[in-house]
């Protein structure tokens, strides 16, 4: 049987993720429905993660599925020294789908190897986190009415920062042009600079975060400076409050621009940026459950014309 | 330097001489009973120098060629049976390599799950990690 888990999106074609942008859609228009009924979803946190757990679970129920699982690892058998593959067998006899966060790279990627049902990933370290990057393209779809050729400028923790690397691979094939804009210390690695050459994406880098920098972005994503990241806690303070988004800074920008941020923020976006109409992270996390429901049909089997389809629509 | 030909087994050839003795201890030439001449600083056209290990009736498995190969991917490996050479070539890096080498990332799976290694040959220089996706250099490399 085709192992339809979801490990990463980073390789996926333009026609599979409008597939599910689409499908993302057709939830947004009808998110209560008994498509999964007696499907059971399996949620295991082998790492805490409060918000992407409550997504998952709130599309598996909003689906009429059934959800087990464990948000901390302590109360499970890996604390006993399980292996992660001893897990995911038993847990496989139970469910239909796995969703799973887990701290070590490449654990989401195995566990959909010692398995027949499929595996979705929520999150392998600092590794990859594809329904975070769904939701962003979902977010930016929304918002832009296309992926192609925008001005997506990333600003603050480029190094560290999971999602801007997968986003920035994601969005390889739709013409975009990124900003990055970061203190030294946590520019955009090497790597990733080496993929936009190497896939012919344009990038322009800064380190000034003004109004006027930031004057043509159509998609302004920002992140979170974190004190912990910095070896050096002077040039920590000196760039703290450099990379702080305030209400004042939105001026100059384009109508169409929307702030996102995977959230949660500390200090980053200022409140009073929240009643801006360009504010965006709050719709974005909400535009996450139905990418995650669109992701977990996909992975049972479901197609975009069974959700069109679909007659268990509860209204 | 004159020594006896072999009868049956392999000859490994053009080791750079400072890979040498890593090769045999690779090998674990010392566990081996039947007669085993490693030789080092020989002239070679190639190389200047070269380093040299033949082993009577020993015939290396695909696994453990791959195992040279990360070590010394340029080496020659030629298999004697009955003084006739059966089989010579270059040894070189294979597109995949299983369970040969160890992730240099600590928080890679494959460091903390009884499981395989799998990494892939990106350039002659070059190993990425199936699982954590980290790009390992050749000279780095640490094996399982």
């Keep these: 049987m085709e192992n339809r888990s979801i490990v990463s999106i980073a390789d996926y074609r333009k026609d599979k993720i409008q597939y599910l942008l689409d499908m993302a859609r057709e939830f947004e228009t009808h998110p209560n429905r008994e498509l999964l009924k007696g499907k059971v979803v399996a949620t295991l946190f082998f790492e805490p993660s409060t918000r992407t757990r409550l997504s998952f679970e709130t599309a598996a129920n909003r689906l009429g599925a059934k959800v087990i699982g464990f948000s901390d690892p302590k109360a499970t058998s890996s604390s006993k020294g399980e292996t992660l593959k001893d897990t995911i067998k038993m847990v496989s006899s139970y469910a239909d789908v796995i969703v799973m966060r887990h701290k070590l790279e490449g654990a989401a990627l195995y566990a959909s190897e010692v398995t027949n049902i499929p595996i979705i990933n929520a999150g392998d370290g600092s590794n990859l986190h594809p329904s975070q990057t769904m939701l962003d393209l979902y977010s930016i779809y929304k918002t832009q009415g296309t992926l192609e050729n925008l001005n997506i400028y990333m600003v603050g923790d480029l190094k560290y920062g999971r999602t801007v690397h997968s986003l920035l691979m994601s969005m390889r094939t739709y013409n975009p042009t990124f900003h990055f804009i970061a203190p030294k210390e946590l520019e955009m ?3 990733y600079k080496l993929y936009c050459k190497q896939n012919g994406i344009k990038y322009i880098e800064q ?3 003004t109004e006027e920098t930031i004057a043509d972005a159509d998609i302004l994503y920002m992140t979170r400076v974190q004190r912990e990241r910095f070896t050096d806690l002077m040039e920590y303070e ?4 450099a990379y702080v988004l305030k209400a004042n800074m939105l001026g100059k920008c384009k ?6 941020h995977p959230l949660p923020r500390v200090n980053e976006i200022e409140y009073d940026v929240d009643d801006s109409k360009h504010a965006y992270y709050f719709e974005q996390a909400q535009n996450g459950l139905y990418a995650r429901e669109a992701l977990i049909c996909d992975v049972l089997g479901i197609t975009l ?6 007659r268990t629509i509860i209204k | ?5 072999l009868e049956s087994g392999s000859v490994i050839d053009h080791i750079p001489t400072d890979k040498l003795f890593t ?3 690779l090998l674990e030439l010392e566990n081996f009973k039947e007669e085993v001449v490693i030789a080092n600083n020989l002239d070679s056209q ?3 120098r070269k380093g040299l290990i033949k082993i009577a009736g020993k015939f290396f498995s695909e696994a453990e060629i791959n195992k040279l190969a990360v070590v010394c991917p340029n080496i020659r490996l030629t298999v004697i049976k009955d003084y006739q050479v059966v089989e010579k070539r270059q040894v070189t890096l294979p597109d995949t390599l299983t369970n040969i080498v160890k992730c240099a990332n600590p928080v890679c799976i494959t460091n903390n799950e009884p499981m395989k290694t799998v990494f892939y040959r990106m350039d002659t220089q070059t190993l990425k990690c199936r699982y954590c996706g980290k790009e390992q250099k050749l000279k780095d490399i640490k094996l399982k």
Excluded at chain 1, 255 to 260: A, C, G, S, V, W
Excluded at chain 2, 1 to 5: G, K, L, P
């Design chain 1, 207 to 209: 380190q000034d975060f």
């Design chain 2, 1 to 5: 330097m004159m020594v006896a030909a």
């Design chain 1, 255 to 260: 109508e169409n621009m929307k702030i996102l």
């Design chain 1, 189 to 191: 690695p090497e790597e």
């Design chain 1, 238 to 241: 000196r760039v703290k409050d």
């Design chain 2, 46 to 48: 190639i190389m200047t």
């Design chain 2, 23 to 25: 090769i045999a201890q």
């Design chain 1, 305 to 310: 014309d069974e959700v069109r389809n679909d």
